[in-house]
């Protein structure tokens, strides 16, 4: 059986004396393993960093097999972050939490999309911390959990939404959830898709709240926590966002 698609490089683990496994994102088959023979080379090492785009050709006997990969770089992401700790800490949470989240071989073209624009967003250094959110807000719904952030589910207004169920996953508005704040999770006004940009603090709530529920029904059902990468961001975001006020 034989394959060739575009994705984008996951995670890499030495296997053997001079082999790399790599996980991969593609655009067709979903997230998918292979073996790169000599990917310990300095050359293939380049090749299959951390977000970088390949086009790659999967072949195995049979398609339930490991399979071996060749690849050709598309786009070097990753060199474009690798002197910037923050953007690499984004880099790093949005591939492992797709390499953990994100079904073996069944394919997620929202999602490849969304992972494109976060590094795009990367490489220019413009507005990668909310093309991360819309990441794991994508991330969560492909994977039939999407939060419902258009009308509030008590009321059905569309006005005033400030509040999010942690139960429902559905917004809430004021009126609605003042009784309850103590309960809800915060709602920052740019998911709400009105085009504004987030003010200071917005982006770490909306990852409060993508974290919760990812944690809640992704990851925790099956024995799992959220990727370390991703609590490694957070905090690095949090001292940006602190050091340079927004």
Known sequence: MRWSDEAIVLATRRHGEGALLVHLLTLG???????????QRPKAR????IG???????????????GTVQAELAHGYAAAVLAAPVRLACLAAAAALADAALP?????????????????ALAADQGWATAYVALEMELLAELGFGLDL??????????????????????????????????LLALPPFLCGDGV???????????????????????????HIL?????RFVEALQ????????
Do not use: K
């Not at 997620?108 to 976060?118: D, I, N, T």
């Not at 990727?227 to 609590?231: G, S």
């Not at 001292?239 to 927004?246: D, E, K, L, M, R």
């Open 52 to 66: 970088n785009r390949l086009l790659v050709t999967w072949s195995a006997r049979l398609a339930e097999h490991l």
């Open 29 to 39: 088959h979903g997230r998918h393993a292979g073996l790169v023979r000599g990917g």
């Open 104 to 120: 073996e071989r069944a394919p997620h073209p929202r999602v490849y999309a969304a992972l494109v624009a976060l590094l795009e």
């Open 227 to 231: 990727p370390a990468a991703r609590a």
């Open 150 to 183: 258009t009308r509030c589910a008590a009321t059905g207004e569309t006005e005033g939404l400030i509040y999010v169920s942690p139960n429902s996953g559905r917004a809430v508005s004021e009126a609605a959830g003042t009784p309850y704040r103590d309960r």
């Open 197 to 223: 940009a987030p003010a200071p603090g917005e982006v770490m709530d909306a990852l409060a709240l993508t974290g919760f529920f990812l944690a809640r029904r992704v990851v925790e059902p099956h024995g």
């Open 46 to 49: 380049v090749a299959y960093q």
């Open 239 to 246: 001292q940006f966002v602190t050091i340079s006020g927004g």
